[in-house]
């Protein structure tokens, strides 16, 4: 009897074993005591690789902010997926990094994996935007296309960005419009663009930035659940962005936030919910750039 039982634990144990983490590929701080850490962010606690996917694989609606140019945070993005899939059925993924007129692309590509063919140059048929590096989201876009559950846009696209900075349109709710909250996002602005642009433009991105939360929100809300969001930093923190939005739609309950954050990052409990740190990538000087490119006020990409 004891025999057979340890054979039950042992195969209970293989069908729930996780796979691989991945190997770090950012150069900075490889040697930083914190490097790999997740901790749970309310008790302090430090938790396991197997203890997050659990506490993951609990919650309806994942919500999960990145560095966009980190490749750590690309890898362990998939392996989320991978590892949750252990635990439950995964209900869908939605992307920022996918704007609505592309849904119709997404859809038929993965028509076309389910039916055994493997579809090539998918940057041009998913008609891949290029300020989303190709090399950094396509292990996680052709992942998602070959599984069972829908991949969703869950962006504006660039025609309600025009309309939305030429109008201004009001943002229903109290979580979403708090002083606290748009005084933040002001600041953010201000910062993201080096002290180039006008204080009189500034409303203007900031209703932008609120409405791309918003749309996120609510694609989250309408998605098959467990949904998992990937999507900047910024955009899924606690105290100013969608998840707030989802307080004034009344789907906040049972929603977890997860910050991947590099070595050296300072993450509030009220950010989020739990933080993994990664190695960090050489830091640019983004200001730079932007001087040299001399247009700041450009309306299509948050900060």
């Known amino acids: 009897m004891r025999f057979l039982l340890l054979i039950g634990m042992a195969l209970f144990a293989a069908c729930h074993s996780l796979p691989p983490l991945p190997a770090w590929q950012a150069p900075e701080g490889r040697q930083d005591a914190e490097l790999g850490v997740i901790r749970d962010l309310r008790s302090g606690a430090t938790l396991t690789p197997n203890q997050l996917v659990e506490r993951l694989a609990r919650s309806p609606r994942v919500l999960v902010g990145e560095q966009h140019d980190n490749p750590d945070h690309h890898a362990l993005q998939v392996w989320l997926l991978q590892a949750m899939a252990e635990r439950r059925r995964q209900g869908s993924l939605l992307l920022e990094m996918l704007q609505p007129d592309q849904q119709v692309r997404v859809d038929a590509l993965k028509a076309e994996f389910a039916a055994g063919r ?12 290029k300020g989303w590096d190709w090399a950094q989201y396509g ?19 660039s025609q309600e960005i025009r309309r939305i900075y030429a109008e201004r349109p009001t943002l229903e709710g109290r979580a979403s ?127």
């Not at 579809?119 to 935007?129: G, M, N, V």
Request: charge should be neutral; include cysteine; proline fraction near 9%.
């Open 118 to 129: 493997e579809p090539q140059a998918l940057p041009e048929r998913l008609a891949w935007q």
């Open 139 to 157: 292990p996680l876009v052709r992942y998602a296309l070959t599984q069972p559950y829908p991949l969703l846009a869950a962006n504006l696209d």
């Open 177 to 303: 419009t708090a002083a606290s909250v748009q005084e933040a996002l002001l600041a953010q602005i201000g910062a993201s663009h080096c002290g180039m642009l006008p204080k009189s433009q500034w409303p203007a991105m900031l209703a932008v930035q609120q409405q791309r939360d918003r749309r996120m929100a609510e694609r989250l809300l309408a998605a098959p659940a467990p949904a998992l969001l990937v999507a900047g930093a910024y955009h899924v923190r606690r105290d100013q962005g969608v998840p707030r939005h989802l307080m004034d739609l009344g789907g906040e309950p049972g929603s977890l936030v997860l910050l991947l954050a590099e070595i050296g990052s300072r993450v509030r409990a009220d950010e989020a919910d739990l933080v993994w740190f990664t190695p960090g990538v050489e830091k640019k000087d983004y200001c730079a750039d932007m001087r040299a490119k001399k247009d700041p006020a450009e309306p299509g990409r948050k900060p």
